[in-house]
């Protein structure tokens, strides 16, 4: 059983268009993050969630819209896409339980805008 | 503000050796430190967590060392295999700030059989 799966894996769009991905954690943990890794590996986040409530919100365009239904699951909606935004989106969680604050990351969603 | 450094950025060695890899940072108010290892084309991996109150982490042949005061962390790696060889990255969660994890670059691993 995958802990936290995001999809889809892979996305090929072109400019302007809008997008979603998807993840969801079966950790039971109460925290939720995106985070971009560019070309040059450089991770940084986005955006973070705890208990369906925003608590990061890094400098992201607003075209970025995180959504948060319930704890075990952060979506990341993304309008007007620009070739900036080629990158690979992942999803992490963590808990406070057990190791805690430890992150536990999805396999990544690689997004690709022509 | 918090920034994390690691040294070196690749390093190739043949297999069975031992290897240190180092990550420093800035800030001593520190959360915790986190030892990651990505594959090609993967997710992260945790690896080693260490809570501010600790001074390392053990897990199998990896050893990750923290010392808030002089703001470093190493990640030991006893008789490496080519199956070690990854981008390990260390990222350091924030004290304040809700512990937002500042990451390092990574340090590419090569280990040749």
């Known amino acids: 059983d995958t802990a936290v799966s995001q999809t889809p894996k892979y996305l090929v769009t072109q400019m302007g268009n809008d997008k979603s991905i998807k993840c969801e954690q079966n950790l039971g943990h109460d925290t939720m993050y995106w985070y971009k890794q560019d070309s040059k590996k450089f991770l940084k986040i986005m955006f973070s969630y705890n208990n369906k409530e925003l608590i990061i919100n890094e400098t992201v365009p607003n075209r970025f819209s995180p959504k948060s239904p319930d704890k075990a699951h952060l979506n990341l909606h993304i309008n007007s896409l620009e070739l900036g935004d080629s990158a690979v989106y992942f999803c992490?969680?963590?808990?406070?339980?057990?190791?805690?604050?430890?992150?536990?990351f999805g396999e990544g969603s690689r997004l690709t805008v022509l | 503000k918090q920034e994390v450094t690691q040294i070196p950025a690749a390093l190739s060695v043949p297999e069975g050796e031992n290897l240190v890899l180092n990550c420093s940072f800035t800030d001593s108010a520190i959360y915790n430190l986190q030892w990651f290892r990505q594959d090609p084309g993967k997710g992260l991996t945790s690896l080693l967590l260490?809570?501010?109150s600790q001074r390392e982490q053990t897990s199998g042949r990896l050893n990750a060392s923290l010392d808030k005061s002089s703001g470093r962390s190493t990640l030991y790696i006893a008789a490496s295999q080519p199956g070690d060889s990854a981008t390990y990255l260390c990222?350091?969660?924030?004290?304040?700030?809700?512990?937002?994890?500042?990451w390092g670059l990574g340090t590419s691993l090569a280990v040749n059989p």
């Open positions: 992490a969680s963590s808990g406070l339980a057990g190791r805690r604050g430890e992150l536990f």
């Open positions: 990222a350091v969660g924030d004290a304040g700030n809700n512990r937002k994890l500042i």
């Open positions: 260490i809570q501010s």
